[in-house]
């Protein structure tokens, strides 16, 4: 006997010529005699695949289709539904606006889970609809990882009490708890949550009465679990053992690093710790070395900023520099300003730490300290190579300094990256390391400093007319179709109002005028000043722009700039 789902789904595919009416006819005799669904039937005989089928479904019942495969849930909602109820009824919290909460479930027609439902969460809910595939993955991703999580934490919680008196007194027993299999599955499955939630960065950070474990996600801060006290000296043991550094050495900072596969991606983990009142601060910078690779159009340049830049990185010698803080994208501008001028006919090499990304054609090398080599020993290495470019990945200290400046010197492109806030001061720096004026003057061609900024989610962002005091503010020229955007929130964004990240750039090229003023040991304030006063536009002025594209928000300007909102 055909059921209402069962009819819906028929006149469907009829009225959209989805299938022949043959074929049509065909399933309706194989429903009968397999005794099974349609929906099962059109999938396994190839006609629909699961993904489509649930989409018609849900235009079916006028209800949104979320594809789970682009989509990350905050952890705060999964709390609202339980990982057994989600698994039996096959459903997963998505977001919570007011006290309406969306669900992702197969039959949003099925009013009897939507009443367990509202009866749990004691919120209306909102169905959509998902593919079973993509529901168990999600579960599998969201929950899973994270029940194991939290039992591994609390069976260690129960096994191990006491365990933070042993460790302070015999070095040996804090080795073998943190090699135990419970210690190693709950580090390994913290890393591999990060991974799949998109951090960038793990903190392992000790409090008074436990270790309170945060992930870095778009440039912000989320908690995502918290150990009990008495676990902290072994998971963080077992975090210095995979790293090779010194666990008898709690006193001074160390750094290590290495390697783990999660989902056939190869990450580079970075490790650094610090002694802090309540034990080592331990931080995991991660880094997706199989990742695709970004073209500089991808960045976010502007027009203008992109033509200058392009025309700088095929100088035939000099030094170009990319600065900002860390995790800005330094990195990842100059991988894709080498992916640019790459050819046969040139000689590029590198020298990392880490190599983030694995580039065809060019000669790239792994700094390590222990061995005895640095940025320095490298490059003066690079140097008998013949090279045509070279990069390094950052410059840290005066000798590695004066080398590039020789390399340069000497008819060499090099690339390398500083530390500073804006692209003036990186005169300044090279000037605090020790290096004469005149010769900065001589190399340095261009500086672009940059920032990372979050950009608006193109499904919700809203638009607004900004207050005409703030536009003047801002030195935009007011006009009656100018419209700024603000994040909303909505299920494609996980409730922040944005996705992704983009470049923000301000780039000084030095002329004879801006060499003149190194020369003379102008202040970097002053070299901004007289760049301004020749159209050069900072990183807040390239911000402003980008708000007036819809890319991203005042605030977020306002937040990379570290000024005020107005």
């Not at 209306?124 to 993509?134: E, G, N, Q, R, T």
């Amino acid at each position: 006997m055909k059921t209402a789902r069962h009819k819906a789904l028929l006149n469907y595919l009829k009225d959209h010529k989805i299938l022949p009416e043959e074929k049509i006819q065909e399933l309706v005799k194989a429903t009968e005699i397999e005794q099974t669904s349609m929906e099962v039937l059109l999938v396994k005989k190839g006609y629909l695949t699961e993904e489509t089928l649930y989409s018609i479904l849900a235009d079916i019942n006028k209800v949104p289709y979320v594809d789970l495969a682009n989509y990350r849930i905050d952890r705060d909602i999964l709390e609202l539904i339980p990982y057994e109820l989600a698994r039996k009824h096959h459903v997963i919290p998505l977001f919570k606006i007011q006290n309406v909460l969306t669900v992702a479930m197969t039959d949003p027609a099925d009013i009897v889970i939507i009443d367990i439902l509202r009866e749990r969460t004691s919120c209306d809910i909102d169905p959509c609809v998902s593919s079973p595939k993509l529901i168990s993955k999600a579960i599998q991703e969201y929950y899973q990882s994270r029940q194991t999580i939290n039992h591994l934490i609390g069976t260690l919680d129960k096994e191990m009490t006491g365990v933070d008196q042993i460790v302070k007194t015999d070095e040996t027993e804090t080795v073998q708890l943190a090699d135990e299999a419970p210690i190693v599955k709950l580090v390994n499955m913290t890393v591999t949550q990060a991974v799949q939630e998109g951090a960038s960065d793990i903190h392992f950070e000790p409090d008074k009465e436990f270790l309170r474990v945060r992930f870095r996600i778009g440039g912000i801060m989320r908690e995502a679990a918290t150990p009990p006290k008495h676990l902290q000296s072994p998971i963080l043991t077992r975090l210095k053992v995979m790293s090779d550094m010194d666990i008898s050495e709690t006193r001074v900072p160390q750094d290590g690093r290495f390697h783990i596969e999660v989902d056939h991606r190869q990450i580079d983990i970075r490790v650094s710790s610090v002694p802090t009142t309540y034990g080592e601060n331990i931080v995991l910078r991660l880094l997706d070395v199989s990742g695709v690779m970004i073209g500089l159009e991808g960045l976010g340049f502007r027009k203008n900023i992109l033509k200058r830049f392009e025309k700088a990185i095929r100088m035939p010698h000099g030094i170009i520099l990319v600065t900002g803080p860390t995790g800005c994208g330094k990195t990842t501008t100059l991988y894709a300003a080498l992916q640019t001028i790459n050819s046969k006919d040139k000689n590029i090499v590198t020298i990392e730490d880490p190599v983030e990304y694995r580039l065809e054609l060019i000669r790239q090398i792994q700094v390590h300290p222990k061995a005895g080599l640095t940025f320095a020993t490298g490059l003066r290495s690079i140097m008998r190579q013949d090279p045509d470019i070279i990069m390094v990945g950052e410059i840290r200290d005066v000798e590695t300094a004066r080398l590039a400046i020789q390399a340069a010197l000497t008819g060499h492109l090099v690339f390398s990256t500083l530390h500073t806030n804006d692209a003036p001061s990186a005169v300044i720096r090279l000037k605090d390391m020790g290096i004469e004026p005149f010769l900065i003057a001589s190399t340095v061609r261009s500086i672009l400093g940059q920032r990372l900024v979050r950009k608006l989610c193109e499904h919700c962002k809203e638009a607004y007319t900004p207050n005409p005091e703030l536009v003047n503010s801002l030195g935009i020229t007011p006009g009656d179709d100018l419209v700024f955007y603000r994040e909303k929130g909505c299920e494609f964004c996980h409730q922040s109002g944005y996705q992704g990240r983009i470049g923000l750039f301000e780039l000084m090229s030095v002329s004879q005028e801006i060499q003149d003023l190194i020369v003379r040991d102008t202040s970097a304030q002053d070299i901004k000043k007289w760049a301004q006063s020749r159209a050069y536009e900072d990183i807040k002025q390239d911000g402003i722009q980008k708000v007036c594209q819809g890319l991203t928000s005042l605030s977020e300007i306002y937040r990379v700039t570290e000024e005020e909102a107005v």
